[in-house]
């Protein structure tokens, strides 16, 4: 396996800025003497969306004999994965309600096993590095779109003008003077990602750089969103040396291998190299998926096509059972290692083992977001002369007059996915509401949606035009927001899960490992691991990150190596 042969060369790029050695992802387990089953007979996986699917895929690899049941509150499986095609003369378009595109790397590797594992190889569809999705994004600030390129060289001279003069960069200059700003306080136990830049480098670059991208992400605000959590290395260094900066510089310098260095957490660089030699892929499969090669991707019929296809194959396996319109009520211990589960109307059952995917609002609020997709029968060459790209995010600093709708941001579909629609056109996404809905009673309804997207595409991009087709879709509570103090919030949440538990309940899902599709399934991949062998009875409760009180190191980070790289 191509993969498994590199490992072994990233340990010569790593050196420990503490002296506290590595330690195993499953060290200081505790067993329990009182269960001599081989496996967890029974187990419930609580959450129908895809880290659940997964969870339930992955762990039937570990144990082929037990007994899944999967139980969903909603009427079908998948969370907000949601793909539609839609019929129009001549063909169709396929829109997407929720995540549209995967990214390839080391952390999309157990997305590549799934990919591999349900044969769907031949409906991956990818969009090169070399595409202009890749190459061109741009942020609206203050009335017109800016490019934003990954390096100088690539935005040229002229580039450079244009993002000069139009104020976005602001501020970017202090980034020079990062390293000799005073170290946060001692008694500073987390910031927002707002105060932390504006502490470190400018409240400029918070509002009309970073939060532009953070809206893209989590369609959150940075000045509740927590740096310890989001900017975890950064914060870390700042932690430990003094500055960022200046951190990185000494941190470098006790490494002696060539390349670039970054800041790393243990259990992270041990869960990518674990990831590495674990999974296997076809050549085709690891060439096609290059993170050297790919920028993004994702399948014929939409993201949903993974999640039909992961819900075809467990609906069809006989030790697993899919069970919908059903919410859970209950989840106590029932004697012995055991945990009873029971729906909110009808006798509970016991079950060996308990995967929780299921949202924990005391931990983090979410927010609301609208997705409008519309498509016109144009193609961009009339309607965008002269853009083309993966889309443009908002930030928070842009004037209420340019943005009264409150959208995040807009994605160029034709662009960014090809190979999907029968028919050509000009197919967008506009994306509302987010943080800026936070406290709203009521939201707008998909007429309302509709026309505050045709607004903002007439005010951005000069489309005037009236849209053959559009869709307004309102996903409420969709993103969990890791503001400030999420950590220590899921320290407790470990521990209480551990006392009540004891192991046999873990949590997987957007609030505990990422808001990203890669992310769950990642997550749900680990879970599965941690339970090999005897690990099901150990003490874990999926949180072994956040209680993995070992020190940042430095090194490069495991990289993922296909033949077409060599």
């Known amino acids: 396996m191509r993969l498994k042969r590199h490992v072994s060369l990233l340990e010569s790029s790593l050196r420990h800025v503490s002296a506290r050695p590595l330690l195993s992802l499953h060290c200081n387990r505790r067993r329990f003497a009182s269960s001599a089953a081989a496996y967890p007979e029974q187990i419930a996986v609580l959450g129908g969306g895809i880290s659940g699917l997964a969870s339930a895929y992955f762990i039937l690899k570990e144990f082929p004999g037990s007994k899944i049941t999967i139980f969903e509150q909603g009427k079908e499986v998948g969370g907000w994965i949601k793909s539609k095609r839609v019929e129009v003369p001549g063909g169709s378009v396929l829109f997407e309600y929720g995540p549209r595109t995967l990214r390839p790397g080391v952390a999309a590797l157990p997305t590549a096993q799934l990919i591999q594992d349900l044969g769907l190889a031949q409906d991956v569809l990818i969009t090169r590095k070399t595409s202009p999705a890749a190459q061109n994004r741009y942020i609206y600030y203050p009335d017109r779109?800016?490019?934003?390129?990954t390096t100088f060289s690539d935005l040229g001279l002229s580039g450079a003008f244009k993002l000069s003069s139009s104020g976005i960069l602001a501020g970017t200059q202090n980034l020079f003077w990062e390293p000799m700003q005073a170290k946060r306080p001692q008694r500073l136990q987390d910031e927002s990602i707002g105060s932390f830049l504006r502490r470190r480098v400018d409240r400029r670059v918070a509002d009309n750089l970073v939060s532009a991208v953070f809206h893209g992400i989590y369609a959150g605000d940075i000045y509740q969103l927590s740096a310890k959590t989001l900017l975890s290395a950064a914060w870390a260094f700042e932690g430990k040396f003094g500055s960022v900066g200046g951190g990185i510089y000494q941190a470098h310098s006790q490494i002696q291998v060539p390349g670039f260095?970054?800041?790393i957490h243990p259990y992270d660089y041990e869960e990518y190299n674990a990831m590495l030699a674990e999974v296997e892929l076809d050549e085709e499969l690891q060439g096609r998926l290059s993170p050297h090669i790919t920028s993004t991707f994702t399948f014929r019929n939409g993201l949903q096509q993974l999640v039909k296809r992961l819900e075809e194959f467990l609906r069809q396996n006989e030790h697993?059972?899919?069970?919908?319109?059903?919410?859970?009520a209950a989840e106590t211990l029932s004697g012995g290692p055991k945990i009873a589960i029971g729906p909110s109307s009808g006798p509970t059952r016991d079950f060996d083992f308990v995967v929780n995917t299921l949202p924990d609002k005391d931990l983090t609020g979410s927010v609301t977001v609208m997705v409008v997709n519309l498509f016109y029968n144009k193609p961009p060459s009339e309607l965008l002369p002269g853009i083309q790209g993966f889309g443009y995010l908002i930030p928070r600093s842009v004037p209420f007059a340019q943005n009264p709708e409150r959208a995040l941001g807009v994605i160029f579909d034709h662009d960014v996915v090809s190979g999907q629609d029968s028919v050509s056109g000009t197919k967008l996404t506009v994306m509302l509401g987010g943080h800026w809905w936070d406290g709203?009673?009521?939201?707008?309804?998909?007429?309302?949606?509709?026309?505050?997207?045709?607004?903002?595409?007439?005010?951005h991009l000069g489309i005037?035009?009236?849209?053959?087709?559009?869709?307004?879709?309102?996903?409420?509570?969709c993103i969990p927001q890791y503001t400030v103090g999420y950590e220590e919030r899921l320290k407790d949440r470990a521990e209480r899960l551990s006392t009540q538990f004891s192991g046999r309940m873990r949590v997987v899902g957007s609030q505990y490992n990422g808001v990203g599709v890669n992310d769950c399934i990642r997550g749900a991949w680990q879970i599965a691991r941690g339970m090999r062998g005897d690990g099901w009875k150990s003490r874990s409760t999926g949180l072994d990150r956040v209680t993995d009180s070992r020190e940042w190191i430095v090194g490069t980070w495991p990289t993922w190596r296909s033949p077409r790289d060599e």
């Not at 779109?145 to 390129?149: K, Q, V």
């Not at 709203?440 to 005010?459: C, F, I, K, N, T």
């Not at 005037?464 to 509570?477: G, I, M, Y």
Request: aromatic share 6%.
């Open 145 to 149: 779109l800016n490019r934003i390129a």
């Open 261 to 263: 260095h970054s800041p």
């Open 320 to 328: 697993t059972k899919i069970v919908t319109d059903t919410r859970i």
């Open 440 to 459: 709203w009673q009521e939201y707008p309804d998909s007429a309302e949606g509709a026309m505050y997207a045709q607004s903002v595409l007439e005010r």
């Open 464 to 477: 005037k035009d009236e849209p053959d087709l559009c869709h307004a879709t309102l996903n409420r509570d």
